[in-house]
């Protein structure tokens, strides 16, 4: 971020320089400036805080408004910002989920219209799951939980099934065909807010990939926030968190090795908790799952990392949708914001409003200035 005058506020007195940005070219970005620490400061009365109220159906959503587009403005003014991209590429040959049906689209032959001379080009999606598949955005409607669990003979018991805010299935998905009366993907409101960038790749895996199974902990979390420079701001309510562990290096196009969405790295349970208290609205890493899974795990050759909870193999995504609210993004592609050091950013999200969707494709892109110490 470019070097600004130096002088703040003093009392009501207000230095045209700090209140206008003024902005001096050149100089080298940093993790704080006078300016980024006003406008955290003028922002938190102005963002909303938990509890939610009854029938809420946007969980920690609802802090976004005009104290996150506060600290989102600071980053678009700032000359020295770039654009990135935080979605990969869509395509039939990216790695597939195989908790989704692959994606199949069919790209038709350029057509035209008698008696005109236009000619145009269209495509269809013939099978899959879009909002599974791809970098792609979970809604609170996707997961829910049953009361104990799911022996795995005759069919599963989902009319005992509890979803966010305590709704129970008949009030989101009454019959097999239905789609999500309640928490779908078109209750999420746009998701513009200062991001945080967290280096788990450096301060974790020493430069490599985390290893699958490994975690992210609550303490990783505080020890990357104060080694990055941003002990000064923290984690704020309406923050949105992406976490960097390297496992997006294995996203290949074509995917010849299928192995990205065998394992991989993922938060710990305590680090759910410790993001639900600072009531992030969303929290993104560039892994499949969002929790962690060991090699072996998913074929039932090994068991779940340790401290998982019995029957809760995916103790993240429960936590997050069911009872914090925090929506997930999975394979967010994070490696040119981490070179580029943007700890600090403003980033948009807007799933689409697909009626009655369990998720969306997206395409989150992020705006900060690169190089911050």
Known sequence: MASRSSTILTGSTCVVAVCLGVVVPGAPATAQTPEQRDAVE???????????????????ANTQGPGTWLRCAQHLADPNA????????????????????????????????PGTRHAFNGEETVSGEPGAQGTQMDALGHFAQLDEPWSGE??????????????????????????????????????????????????LGGGEPMEPGQVVTAADIEAMIE???LGWRGLLAGDVLYIYTGWGDRWQDPDTERSYYTMGPGLSLDAARYLEEKAIALVALDNPFTDPVAEGQLRGEAPPPAGTPEGMPFAIHHHNLVEAGIHNIQNANLAELAADRVWTSCTMILPLRSQGASGSPVRPVAIGAPNQS
């Open 227 to 229: 080694a990055q420079g």
């Open 82 to 113: 770039r654009v990135y991209e935080i979605s990969h590429p869509r395509s039939n040959t990216m790695p597939m989920s195989p908790f989704g049906t692959p994606l199949e689209d069919v790209y038709r032959p350029t057509a035209s219209i």
């Open 42 to 60: 003028r922002s938190r009365p102005l963002v909303p805080q938990p509890p939610w109220p009854q029938g809420d159906q946007r969980g920690m």
């Open 154 to 203: 005759g069919g599963v018991p989902a009319d005992r099934a509890r979803y966010y805010g305590g709704y129970g299935q008949a009030e989101v998905k009454p019959t097999p065909d239905s789609p999500l009366l309640k928490l779908g993907i078109e209750q999420v409101p746009p998701i513009v807010t200062s991001a945080v960038l967290l280096d788990a790749r450096t301060h």
